[in-house]
């Protein structure tokens, strides 16, 4: 008798930090977790190569944690599948993928908390996150909350919805501002959203609550299979449920949750570092979730402290603390004068404009001291270097900007201001910066395959090799550019012309997706105004605008003309010039030869003899003859970068003429004149000028 009370008792105990509801079939409907102490065989942490989530000691859920570097992705789930709508037929009973049926009604409830390393930094959210699999395959750690990656964000396949909690702003999904709680359904572009807050039980207003405090937050989500009514709801800890959900929104999830899904948390960091936390956790299908047991909650790891209490301490212990505090401090002040070569300086500009600041430290060590064996390019503003952050150990490229070059501050802060701020999966992300003394650092994402022109203009050693950059490969990689270039344009908040379009400066990703890089000779201005005149040409012979070479104003229109000549260069694998090895001879102009064999009607015999005929014939043509049209001398003929998208994407048909005249001899581009030209414009970058990251 007494064996059974106590197998009774103990059963009682567990049940305390973890309920699971059974229907007739066997199918969990639910479950309650007051911490995650005993919980580790429930959950699954997904791909234990890319995932960082486990269970602390105190039973805490940690989706990612600070002390372990930066860019991480934690994802937790709870291991068994869930039944969301109506049993299937015996015969269906193990196909999961049907969408038939209408979806349960469902709700949860959790406690969570983000804690930044530094107050005031920022890192990623935390999305609640219904998947059709226990794992969010392929995503990696980045600007977004380890949902979805560049391929298929937005994709309807994906079957996921998720509920975010992001403390940053990404501009390219829309997000409304920092701290905000948004509906998402296949895609990270909110379908609703709203600055987090709360309101008073008494529906007394609407209160703004921190995510990144720190502190615990409760959170709701309920979801209605009758009336297709989704509410979010959250307050801190100490309050009681609000009356008022934050967000309320219609919509029949059927179409979108298959008859099994999984439930659970994902989380990522960028470069700040912060800490992801689940303290307790509830789900029910078919009714409401079990209130958590605040009482029965684990307590939040300890943060770092901060200072050193000595007060109310024995003399004992205060005298070998002031022994090794003195020992301590004179090592510092020793290994400050050795390591003086390190110091970092803190520019005027750089309270205005600056961003993520790396120490000078950390890319000595990445790039192993600047060793010429980590160089990957030479230009004129300086050497590019591979490095390996010695933290999170993810590859970077940094652009070290020389003492001598005469525009590199100005050319620095350009690219501060303007890159800095720009997010597009087609543009080149700047991560931070480094400034000490006349030494100016940009750190990059790593590009692998190089830059452009290194692909297309590579040497092949037999007739018989294949050309490392097939049609398709070329074809998607000008799309990306066009795509990149009307952001720039018309997307983002401010007017971006980039001036020095080109092959050398489209650097190429591990999966060969175009990223456009060097925005150093790069302009900005307000939509509605005129860009204004300057008296320094900046650009490269052969993509330079005609107009922009009489009147030093570059425009959109200028960076489509740049387009035209990298749309040729891709094209033909030709130069914009070509200059001939004897000064006597004049240089061939890419695009006169081409306006010439299209004339005769073979403009086909101009594409690039590498890639041996093996392209498709209609895209091809699409190409040259897009080229030419943004290679127009009147920048009014030129199109916009959208109609070059719809051009390219088979939207719009190209204009049918031949009544052009693409006349360059105004601009005297032989061997001597390129010459003369080049002298009366000391301004002028060389083509190599802005290489950035391209392999050897």
Not at 582 to 594: N, Q
């Amino acid at each position: 008798m007494v064996v059974v009370l106590l197998m009774l008792l103990l059963s009682i105990i567990a049940s305390s930090s973890e309920e699971k509801h059974i229907d007739g079939s066997d199918n969990i409907q639910g479950f309650v977790y007051n911490g995650f102490k005993d919980a580790s065989s429930d959950l699954s942490f997904g791909n234990v190569n890319f995932s960082v989530a486990d269970i602390t000691s105190t039973g805490v859920l940690r989706l990612t944690n600070s002390d372990d570097g930066t860019y991480q992705i934690g994802h937790a789930f709870y291991s068994h599948s869930l039944r969301f709508k109506q049993n299937s037929s015996s015969s269906e009973r193990n196909i999961t993928s049907t969408r038939g049926g209408s979806v349960f009604s469902f709700s949860t409830s959790f406690i969570f908390s983000i804690v930044p390393e530094s107050p005031g930094s920022r890192g990623q959210g935390i999305s609640f996150v219904i998947a059709p699999q226990a794992d969010v395959p392929g995503v990696k750690s980045s600007d977004v909350p380890g949902l979805f990656d560049t391929r298929n964000n937005g994709q309807p396949t994906n079957t996921i919805f998720a509920v975010e909690l992001d403390t940053i702003t990404n501009r390219e999904f829309d997000d409304i501002q920092g701290d905000h709680v948004g509906i998402d359904i296949n895609n990270l572009r909110s379908v609703t959203s709203k600055p987090s807050g709360y309101y008073t039980h008494k529906n007394s207003g609407l209160r703004s609550l921190s995510l990144i405090s720190g502190d615990p937050i409760r959170f709701w989500i309920e979801y209605d299979g009758v009336s297709k009514n989704l509410t979010v709801t959250l307050a801190p800890l100490a309050a009681l449920k609000p009356d008022t959900p934050l967000l309320f929104y219609n919509h029949d999830l059927s179409d979108i949750f298959l008859d099994s899904m999984y439930v659970g948390f994902s989380a990522s960091t960028s470069f700040s570092q912060t800490s992801h936390y689940i303290l307790g956790w509830s789900f029910k299908i078919n009714g409401a979730a079990s209130p958590l047991d605040l009482n029965q909650l684990p307590e939040l790891p300890r943060r770092k402290a901060t200072k050193s209490k000595l007060f109310g301490v024995e003399l004992q212990i205060i005298i070998p603390v002031l022994v090794l505090t003195f020992i301590i401090g004179v090592l510092f002040v020793v290994r400050v004068i050795r390591n003086g070569k390190f110091e970092d300086v803190v520019e005027d500009w750089e309270l205005e404009y600056g961003r993520q600041r790396f120490s000078y430290q950390d890319l000595y060590i990445a790039t192993n001291g600047f060793k010429e064996s980590e160089i990957l390019g030479i230009g004129g503003f300086g050497k590019v270097y591979k490095g390996v952050l010695p933290t999170s150990k993810a590859n970077v490229a940094v652009k070290k900007i020389s003492h001598n070059s005469k525009q590199g501050v100005r050319e620095f802060v350009s690219e501060i201001i303007s890159i800095g701020h720009l997010r597009h999966r087609n543009l080149a992300h700047l991560l931070g910066y480094c400034g000490r003394n006349r030494e100016l650092l940009l750190v990059y994402d790593y590009m692998p395959n190089g830059s452009l022109d290194k692909l297309i203009f590579r040497k092949y050693n037999s007739p018989s090799a294949p050309p490392v950059l097939g049609w398709n490969q070329r074809f998607q990689i000008i799309k990306g550019v066009a795509s990149g270039l009307v952001y720039l344009h018309e997307e983002w908040e401010q007017v971006v012309i980039h001036r020095d379009i080109k092959a050398s400066n489209v650097l190429l990703d591990g999966e060969m997706n175009a990223r456009l890089g060097d925005f150093g000779l790069a302009r900005l201005y307000d939509r509605g105004t005129n860009p204004e005149t300057t008296t320094n040409v900046a650009g490269t012979l052969g993509y330079m605008a005609p107009e922009l070479i009489r009147t030093g104003k570059a425009t959109a229109s200028s960076d489509v003309f740049a387009f035209g000549a990298l749309l040729l260069e891709v094209a033909c694998g030709r130069r914009p010039i070509e200059l001939h090895k004897s000064e006597s001879e004049e240089g061939e102009i890419l695009v006169d030869w081409v306006l010439n064999c299209w004339r005769r009607g073979e403009i086909l015999r101009t594409s690039d003899p590498n890639l041996w005929n093996e392209y498709v014939i209609e895209e091809m043509d699409l190409v040259l003859k897009l080229g030419l049209i943004c290679s127009h001398n009147d920048p009014k003929a030129r199109p916009s970068m959208r109609q070059v998208i719809q051009y390219l994407d088979g939207e719009l048909p190209l204009p049918q003429t031949e009544l052009w005249v693409l006349d360059y001899n105004s601009t005297t581009m032989t061997s001597s004149g390129i010459q003369s030209v080049s002298l009366s414009m000391s301004n002028l970058t060389s083509s190599a000028d802005s290489l950035l990251f391209c392999t050897r």
